[in-house]
Nanobody, 126 residues
Framework: QRQLVESGGGLVQPGGSLRLSCAAS????????IAWFRQAPGKELEGISC????????YYADSVKGRFTVSRGNAKNTVYLQMVTLKPEDTATYYC???????????????????RGQGTQVTVFS
């Protein structure tokens, strides 16, 4: 059974850092685009970053560029989202999902990405 599991969320003060993990089971992450999405209360699901494991390309929405870094782990079946200089507006539930590599972009569309996990909550508070 194909599954993605997100973890690593938590409570952090503005300016703090967190590293989220997206672990795949039941399939390998080779030749996929792995996107990160987030959803704040009362708002739509927003695509913020993507990594293509076919060529290593990475993409970031303007709202997170320069603060978030997406990477693939040495174990190859995990993707990370390193978040620094967190802001209150980053508060959301964060999800990862997969699609064929051509769908990877700075603003990945939730409509074409599959196997979204249960999410991990990130709360940035003063």
């Amino acid at each position: 059974q194909r599954q993605l599991v997100e973890s690593g969320g938590g409570l952090v003060q503005p300016g703090g850092s967190l590293r989220l993990s997206c672990a795949a089971s039941g399939f390998t992450l080779d030749n996929y685009g792995i996107a990160w999405f987030r959803q704040a209360p009362g708002k739509e699901l927003e695509g913020i970053s993507c990594i293509s494991t076919s060529d290593g390309s990475t993409y970031y929405a303007d709202s997170v560029k320069g603060r978030f870094t997406v990477s693939r782990g040495n174990a190859k079946n995990t993707v990370y989202l390193q978040m620094v200089t967190l802001k209150p507006e980053d508060t959301a539930t964060y999800y990862c999902a997969v699609a064929p590599p051509p769908y990877c972009s700075a603003y990945p569309s939730p409509a074409v990405f599959d196997n979204r996990g249960q999410g991990t909550q990130v709360t940035v508070f003063s």
